[in-house]
């Protein structure tokens, strides 16, 4: 037995060796790889070029640098990007437009570096034409070359598998398979290439110069600011170089939503570009025929304008003119259109400082005061002295500041909300002198006249109005504390500041 095993064992090596040898004396020698390439390339034809992987390319491929336009005609439309004078791409017909360069250099490799893994046919027939998308219009592209030359490839339909689309080189009747990123360039709409900027130009650490600001319900003019001039600036004895007052509907501060505002609007894109071109058509579509809101400032001597829809599940529509487009945006980044004009104003109406005043002049159905300023050239007190019609001459340390308890009265005027009153009944109630609880008039150095009247219109509540125009309300303590501390200037009485009235 063990001798039948050991036989065994010795026929086993043995046939190893035979095989081994074999091996490296006839069949290793036939495999080696001398370095020399032995696939075949693949045959091109007139005007095909080929890749390092050997498939072909329905055209030597053209870089970006080589580019002079890239024509596209599709379902949705057509579209062209060339090189304008600055030697930038530009959209033909949108100039000034922002397009996204990332979806751009997509179309640059899309049409430029026209890879075919397989070629279908090099001879199809009608019916075969047909039955790859090559009749009823299909899409195609032109891409030129700053040497002149023209490439036309036509775009068929998607073949079965799904991973890429029939295309034929116009001229030549070859059908090649191109890949299926060309759907999300070549097969797109054109604001599908378009950033959705609904603002831009403006640098953001300059939001603060944007100016003459407005928001127009439809054709009414709802809010309006504006920047402080210089004289202004001193008379609200502010450290800012650049501040903001309020236009409409009155002379107030606007609140620090403001600055927000302006800060958002200084590069704002919103969700995505739904149309190109502020037609009729277009602005019908989304409800901007009659626009429910128009936003316009001034940034360096130009002016923007802004049209927007009411919101829309969840968004508005803006149609910008400075790109001539309209941008779909998520309802909250614009939520200040549905705002009420109180947010958007300081509740503390009066913020001149006393140093910058000429005269105050005080009206109540009991008397009439006009307290006439001098400021002094010096720092101690008292540096100020009033003249009044009542008063007479307020020149001691008391006094003047007995006075200046009174002037805190007017500083401390502050509006509650809206008031809720139509227009109608504000201008009955600002008719009737009965109503008027107080007015007072501020005056100052540099001629600016500012009257603040009180029309009570309920037990608790008056219409504040700034120069004859009212919106928002205050209480009747307000202005019977400005009356009851200048009676008590006129009277010589002093002023508690805790007292009320």
């Not at 600055?86 to 179309?107: H, K, P, S």
């Not at 097969?187 to 403006?202: E, H, I, K, R, S």
């Not at 100016?211 to 600011?225: E, G, Q, S, T, V």
């Not at 800060?263 to 429910?292: F, Q, R």
């Amino acid at each position: 037995m063990l001798k039948k095993q050991k036989i065994i064992i010795i026929i086993f090596v043995a046939l190893f060796v035979v095989l081994t040898t074999l091996y490296f004396a006839i069949i290793a020698p036939l495999t080696k790889d001398d370095g020399k390439e032995t696939t075949e390339p693949v045959e091109t034809d007139v005007g095909e070029g080929r890749t390092p992987q050997n498939y072909w390319l329905i055209f030597p491929q053209v870089e970006r640098e080589n580019i002079e336009s890239i024509e596209v005609h599709n379902k949705y439309g057509t579209y062209k990007f060339y090189r304008n004078e600055e030697d930038r791409f530009v959209i033909e017909g949108f100039e000034n437009l922002a397009y996204d360069q990332e979806q751009f250099a997509q179309l640059v490799v899309s049409t430029g570096f026209t890879i075919s893994q397989v070629k279908i046919t090099e001879n199809p027939t009608e019916e075969q034409l047909r039955e790859y998308g090559f009749y009823d219009d299909p899409a195609y592209y032109i891409l030129t070359t700053r040497s002149g030359t023209v490439h036309k490839v036509i775009i068929g339909y998607k073949i079965i598998a799904g991973g890429g689309y029939y295309a034929m080189y116009e001229g030549r009747k070859t059908v090649y398979v191109l890949e299926k990123s060309l759907e999300k360039v070549v097969l797109a709409p054109v604001v599908d290439m378009v950033a959705p900027l609904v603002t831009a130009g403006v640098k953001t650490n300059e939001y603060y110069n944007i100016d003459n600001f407005k928001i127009y319900h439809h054709d009414k003019l709802f809010f309006a600011a504006q920047n402080l001039t210089s004289e202004e600036l001193k008379e609200r004895e502010t450290t800012a170089l650049v501040a903001a007052k309020v236009t409409h509907p009155g002379d107030y501060t606007p609140s620090n939503i403001y600055d927000e505002t302006r800060l958002g609007l200084a590069y704002y894109a919103g969700e995505a570009v739904v149309a190109l071109g502020l037609t009729e058509e277009n602005l019908e579509k989304y409800g901007l025929s009659d626009p429910p809101y128009t936003i316009m400032y001034d940034y360096k001597d130009h002016t923007y304008k802004l049209i927007v829809s009411e919101p829309v599940d969840g968004y508005y529509y803006v149609g910008t003119y400075l790109f001539n487009t309209i941008v779909k945006v998520p309802e909250e980044d614009f939520k200040f259109l549905s705002w009420s004009l109180f947010k958007w104003v300081d509740n503390y109406v009066f913020q001149k400082t006393i140093t910058f005043v000429d005269s105050i002049k005080v009206e109540t159905p009991q008397f009439t005061e006009l307290f006439r300023l001098t400021h002094l050239n010096k720092s101690d007190d008292p540096n100020l002295i009033i003249k009044g019609d009542l008063c007479g001459v307020i020149d001691g340390s008391d006094e003047v500041y007995n006075f200046r308890q009174f002037y805190k009265s007017l500083l401390n005027v502050l509006i509650e909300d809206d008031a809720p009153l139509t227009d109608e009944e504000k201008a009955e109630l600002i008719a009737d002198d009965k109503n008027c609880m107080l007015k007072f008039t501020v005056t100052t150095l540099g001629g600016n006249v500012t009257e603040y009247g009180f029309y009570r219109y309920s037990t608790r509540r008056c219409l504040l109005t700034v120069n004859g125009v009212g919106q928002f309300y205050v209480v009747v303590d307000v202005p019977r504390k400005i009356a009851g501390c200048a009676q008590k200037v006129i009277n010589g009485e002093t002023i508690d500041p805790q007292e009320k009235y």
